[in-house]
């Protein structure tokens, strides 16, 4: 084949596959950012307590008249759709003066230091988690080699102003909310329990972090800390619970019954599938599933 054949062959194929490998490499960038989350419509769960996360990466607003608090900040690219979602909800970011975090990782913990700056907010973690989190995700309790792969997951490092303890309170006005260290997942995985007040009733909610043994971020004693995690989450009482994914909680099919439902907070109250979430993931660690 001659020579100026063979050179037009060439640069018709790298005409072809550039295009193609700049698109890869925009969709790998913005899957790194965003983790393919969309954005949610956000809406009123119960009483003061707000969806204002993504398709499946939770966030959520407990909203009260002295200032909210917000659980969760997704991934770095998530933070955006967070103070969109509380302005539609006729919020200002402003007014949030404290941020929770259920664990450390770059899909919940990413957009914090983004939101922190939005909100000039205090951020709370638990003790074991403040050191991650203030490291951008680098998680030094974990043994080699297994703390080099979180330093591939790192994310702007936010301030960690308080540490708290396993049974604190963190208040804001009327708000109270309750923490519960439940290791397993990471070692500073936190569960929050609340009140809200719905019409006449008030409600306990739970904010499960994940009972997902992760084949990367075993550290020594998991397995003791999963085992105490399964008790303490089933002796907190829960009326409506939800999770740092919205698939568990079936955040999307609660969300669809709310149009149909006498009060659309009814298809939220779920003691049942809070307790069989337990069920499912003590079986899971039973099981030896790891993620």
């Given at each position: 084949?001659?020579?100026?054949?063979?050179?037009?062959?060439?640069?018709?194929?790298?005409?072809?596959?550039?295009?193609?490998?700049?698109?890869?490499?925009?969709?790998?960038?913005?899957?790194?950012?965003?983790?393919?989350?969309?954005?949610?419509?956000?809406?009123?769960?119960?009483?003061?307590?707000?969806?204002?996360?993504?398709?499946?990466?939770?966030?959520?607003?407990?909203?009260?008249?002295?200032?909210?608090?917000?659980?969760?900040?997704?991934?770095?690219?998530?933070?955006?759709?967070?103070?969109?979602?509380?302005?539609?909800?006729?919020?200002?970011?402003?007014?949030?003066?404290?941020?929770?975090?259920?664990?450390?990782?770059?899909?919940?913990?990413?957009?914090?230091?983004?939101?922190?700056?939005?909100?000039?907010?205090?951020?709370?973690?638990?003790?074991?988690?403040?050191?991650?989190?203030?490291?951008?995700?680098?998680?030094?309790?974990?043994?080699?080699?297994?703390?080099?792969?979180?330093?591939?997951?790192?994310?702007a490092r936010p301030r960690v102003d308080h540490v708290f303890r396993d049974g604190d309170t963190i208040r804001v006005g009327s708000i109270a909310i309750t923490a519960h260290l439940t290791p397993g997942h990471t070692?500073?995985?936190?569960?929050?329990?609340?009140?809200?007040?719905?019409?006449?009733?008030?409600?306990?909610?739970?904010?499960?972090?994940?009972?997902?043994?992760?084949?990367?971020?075993?550290?020594?004693?998991?397995?003791?800390?999963?085992?105490?995690?399964?008790?303490v989450l089933r002796s907190i009482p829960a009326d409506i619970w939800v999770t740092s994914h919205g698939r568990p909680f079936g955040r999307y099919r609660k969300f669809a019954a709310r149009a149909t439902a006498t009060?659309?907070?009814?298809?939220?109250?779920?003691?049942?599938?809070?307790?069989?979430?337990?069920?499912?993931?003590?079986?899971?660690?039973?099981?030896?599933?790891?993620?």
């Open positions: 084949m001659p020579k100026n054949t063979k050179r037009a062959i060439h640069l018709v194929l790298l005409a072809i596959i550039t295009p193609l490998v700049i698109v890869g490499l925009l969709k790998w960038q913005e899957g790194g950012v965003n983790g393919g989350q969309k954005y949610a419509e956000p809406f009123r769960i119960a009483g003061n307590l707000y969806y204002v996360g993504a398709n499946d990466v939770t966030s959520f607003l407990i909203a009260g008249p002295q200032g909210h608090i917000l659980i969760d900040g997704g991934y770095p690219g998530e933070a955006k759709m967070i103070t969109a979602s509380i302005a539609k909800l006729g919020f200002n970011i402003r007014d949030v003066k404290i941020l929770l975090n259920s664990e450390h990782h770059y899909d919940h913990a990413g957009g914090l230091a983004e939101l922190q700056k939005a909100s000039g907010a205090q951020l709370w973690a638990s003790e074991p988690s403040a050191d991650a989190i203030t490291s951008g995700g680098y998680d030094r309790s974990l043994p080699f080699p297994r703390r080099l792969i979180t330093g591939m997951f790192q994310y070692r500073g995985c936190t569960s929050y329990s609340f009140p809200v007040r719905d019409g006449d009733r008030v409600l306990q909610v739970v904010s499960a972090c994940s009972l997902i043994v992760m084949e990367v971020g075993q550290y020594p004693g998991y397995k003791a800390d999963f085992e105490r995690t399964f008790r009060n659309p907070t009814d298809p939220f109250i779920d003691p049942a599938g809070y307790r069989a979430y337990i069920d499912s993931g003590e079986a899971s660690f039973r099981r030896g599933r790891m993620h």
